[in-house]
């Protein structure tokens, strides 16, 4: 169980806006969030800025249970925001997702 508050969370897009397997851009209370749907349909939600340099995760590929920025290879694991490969050394931060009955993602930023 999430110890999140309720009213922590805000509506970011509904469950079909996001692809199948893939990230998307979205901006959350100013902040540019990647969500990212993996494989098995889990839907996380990371800071969008590569650590490395600033370019759109969301532009990168789903691995598995990482987000592969495009321009260097490096990895993030999209449960701990640890970069997985380099030459990113920073993880990202993760943020709490959940899904409603109807669908809608909601997202509470972390610090
Ligand atoms: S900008 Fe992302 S790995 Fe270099």
Redesign the pocket.
């Known amino acids: 169980m999430s110890a999140v508050p309720d009213a922590d969370f805000v509506r970011v897009c509904h469950l079909d806006e996001l692809p199948e397997e893939g990230a998307a851009k979205a901006e959350v209370a100013g902040r540019t969030i990647a969500m990212v749907r993996t494989e098995d349909g889990t839907v996380h939600a990371i800071d969008d800025t590569?650590?490395?340099?600033?370019?759109s995760?969301s532009e990168?590929d789903v691995e598995g249970n990482t987000l592969e920025?495009?321009?260097?290879?490096?990895c993030f694991d999209l449960t701990s925001g640890e970069p997985t490969m380099m030459?990113?050394t920073v993880p990202v931060a993760v943020h709490t997702v959940r899904i409603t009955e109807e669908g809608d993602v909601l997202v509470a930023l972390s610090e």
């Open positions: 590569c650590t490395h340099a600033n370019v995760l990168g920025c495009w321009l260097h290879g490096s030459p990113a």
